[in-house]
């Protein structure tokens, strides 16, 4: 079945962009009319929806983050990233990638385990 | 934007017992909603979607109920795996939002 992993570094300096990456396995990520989301959870916090890219390279973003973030697509890596730049402590938050469950957008799964990043000098 | 409001925060539940989670939307989602189960340094897993449908492999003590605004989560006998934290999440088709309640913690009695 297909399973998702996030990477990217740990720890970003304020104001820095904080890039993250989902490698995909076990399916391929421009076929199956899937969407492919980001979301996030502050610390002890709730989940926070930030943005997804359908397989065909279409964007949506979350309106509270749409000025500073950039979705993105690499099919011959099999693989999606995030970009959101001009970080702050607000930002600070676990980052999970995740499918949507059947090709119409509405839930998700499956999940990555999710990647800590925290903002500060 | 659609705002998630879960209750109670934290459900204090005997093992075997049944546990009724309550998740209530702003306006009408239809029934455009999903249950999730996180444990402690877990991602999320989808245990109930479309309100009442069941995710693959997630078993059959859990039941999701309701439409428009009013959904409950019922866990009918508790097991020691089913302790966690349930999130509810709606999705709105235009403009594409999807937003989580924030949470009811079910601990152990």
């Known amino acids: 079945q297909v399973q998702l992993q996030e990477s990217g570094p740990g720890l970003v300096k304020p104001s820095q962009t904080l890039s993250l990456t989902c490698s995909v396995s076990g399916g391929s990520i421009s076929s199956g009319n899937y969407y492919w989301s980001w979301i996030r959870q502050h610390p002890g916090k709730g989940l926070e929806w930030i943005g997804y890219?359908?397989?065909?390279?279409?964007?949506y973003y979350n309106p509270s983050l749409k000025r500073r973030l950039t979705i993105s697509l690499d099919t011959s890596k099999n693989e999606f990233s995030l970009e959101l730049s001009f970080v702050t402590a607000a930002d600070t938050a676990v980052y999970y990638c995740?499918?949507?469950?059947?090709?119409?957008?509405?839930?998700?799964?499956?999940w990555g385990q999710g990647t800590p990043v925290t903002v500060s000098s | 934007e659609i705002v998630m409001t879960q209750s109670p925060a934290t459900l204090s539940v005997s093992p075997g017992e049944r546990a009724t989670l309550s998740c209530r939307a702003s306006?009408?989602?239809?029934?455009?909603l999903a249950w999730y189960q996180q444990k402690p340094g877990q991602a999320p897993r989808l245990l109930i979607y479309a309100a009442s449908t069941r995710a693959t492999g997630m078993p059959a003590r859990f039941s999701g109920s309701g439409s428009g605004t009013e959904f409950t989560l019922t866990i009918s006998s508790l097991q020691s795996e089913d302790f966690a934290v349930y999130y509810c999440q709606q999705y709105n088709n235009w403009p594409p939002t999807y937003t989580f309640g924030q949470g009811t913690k079910l601990e152990i009695k």
């Open positions: 890219i359908y397989y065909s390279g279409s964007t």
């Open positions: 306006q009408s989602v239809n029934t455009n």
């Open positions: 995740a499918r949507d469950l059947n090709g119409y957008g509405y839930y998700f799964d499956p």
